[in-house]
């Protein structure tokens, strides 16, 4: 949103095209306008997928049965594919999707029931304008009934912060190419290999630059001033550095050795080669300061 710019030219209302409203006050009046694609792909490419993910959820709600005996039972027994003791009640579908086919779920919804399939369209939190709804930085919708996806829409963003969010097989239906995937355990593992390296390069590091967005809706100011105190308390410094963008242009010259970003949390998990130092997430910083576990599991950094 760039409510800021319109007020600088006298603007009164804001068409905002192709988003849905946030919790977020702008400061103007904005009219969100809808824009869909009509879609209709087959979903037998994707069905293979379906019943093996099923399968895994069967097996880890059957895990979740009976008493556990010790910690690494338990872990052995539930963990997700991000490492955490995640114990399922139930191995329904859940459908999602990108807000321009969301209007479709409903008609998808039926075809993979008749498929055999029990489905359910999670409802989120308060950033989440409707039912079905996933964004880059917030997937809430999700809970233990919900043991595997279904994701309607193209490319891998939203596949890959889902997947690091809940831990579940995750598969995909391209409305406009009819293309089915999944989202590989072997491309999470990549993921979090990388990112555990991130965090083991930063953990005898002294200088951190904390990235705080000025953008409306990614402005976590607090988060950023909780961080400085950690580092404070473990004998590091952290300088709070504002800015609207983020780009290895804009901040690799700053004297620091790490940024943490509190601005899209996205920037750390797709952009991380970009930058000449590492960038972590708040979480991983409290695991690079023996605050937190990695063996404990990831844990996706969200905005609610």
Not at 31 to 52: K, M, S
Not at 135 to 155: A, K
Request: aromatic share 8%; net charge negative; with cysteine.
């Amino acid at each position: 949103l760039v409510h800021d710019k319109m007020q600088n030219i006298g603007a009164e209302l804001v068409a905002h095209m192709g988003h849905s409203q946030m919790n977020i006050d702008s400061g103007m009046p904005t009219h969100f306008i809808p824009v869909t694609y009509d879609g209709n792909p087959e979903i037998a490419p994707v069905l293979p997928y379906l019943h093996a993910h099923r399968e895994i959820a069967i097996n880890r709600m059957n895990d979740s049965s009976g008493p556990v005996l010790s910690e690494l039972e338990g872990l052995d027994r539930f963990e997700d594919m991000v490492g955490r003791v995640a114990p399922l009640t139930d191995t329904k579908l859940g459908l999602v999707g990108s807000i321009q086919h969301l209007h479709l779920l409903p008609t998808f919804k039926d075809h993979f029931e008749q498929a055999g399939f029990d489905v359910t369209i999670p409802i989120g939190g308060a950033r989440l304008s409707f039912p079905g709804q996933v964004l880059g930085c917030n997937y809430s919708g999700d809970d233990p009934t919900v043991g595997h996806y279904i994701f309607l829409g193209s490319g891998d963003f939203h596949p890959i912060g889902l997947v690091l969010h809940t831990g579940k097989p995750l598969a995909m239906l391209d409305p406009y190419t009819g293309e089915a995937k999944e989202m590989g355990k072997e491309r999470i593992e990549r993921i979090l290999r990388q990112r555990s390296g991130l965090i083991m390069s930063s953990m005898d590091k002294d200088r951190f630059g904390i990235l705080i967005g000025s953008k409306p809706g990614q402005m976590r100011r607090n988060l950023a001033l909780r961080m400085k105190r950690k580092l404070e308390k473990h004998g590091k410094k952290g300088f709070l550095l504002a800015m609207e963008h983020v780009g290895p242009e804009l901040i690799d010259f700053y004297p620091v050795d790490v940024f943490v970003n509190t601005a899209c949390p996205r920037i750390a998990i797709d952009d991380a080669v970009k930058y000449a130092k590492p960038m972590i997430t708040p979480y991983e910083l409290e695991v690079a300061l023996g605050e937190k576990k990695w063996e404990n599991g990831y844990r996706f950094d969200q905005i609610h």
